[in-house]
Nanobody, 117 residues
Framework: VQLVESGGGLVQPGGSLRLSCAYS????????MSWYRQTPGKERELVAT????????NYADSVKGRFTISRDNAKNTIILQMNSLKPEDTAVYYC???????????WGQGTQVTVSS
């Protein structure tokens, strides 16, 4: 299993970014895909989740109304659309796959998002 994030970068406050997580090596039908973020000296924080096959989503209170998680099953890709970005959204963003009814979970390598003027 491999997860590869992309789409990070530098953006001004109020701007938008679109992160992608391309995953491969999956043979599971029930799993949850999540985006986490982490800043130096802090624990990794859950940002958003989406379940498969149901497509149910959940968001951290800090990003509700600004971020949207979605999936493209044909391309095995998870998208995090981030709008109205704030400096406090600056972090390394990680993609995670948790396989239902098991202890299996996988992480990507992370992509840096910096919100600054």
């Amino acid at each position: 299993v491999q997860l590869v994030e992309s789409g990070g970068g530098l953006v001004q406050p109020g701007g938008s970014l679109r992160l992608s997580c391309a995953y491969s090596g999956f043979t599971f039908s029930r799993y949850t895909m999540s985006w986490y973020r982490q800043t130096p000296g802090k624990e990794r924080e859950l940002v958003a989740t989406i379940t498969n096959p149901q497509g149910s989503t959940n968001y951290a209170d800090s990003v509700k109304g600004r971020f949207t998680i979605s999936r493209d099953n044909a391309k095995n890709t998870i998208i995090l659309q981030m709008n109205s970005l704030k400096p406090e959204d600056t972090a390394v963003y990680y993609c995670r796959a948790q396989i239902s009814y098991s202890a299996l979970n996988y992480w990507g390598q992370g992509t840096q998002v910096t919100v600054s003027s």
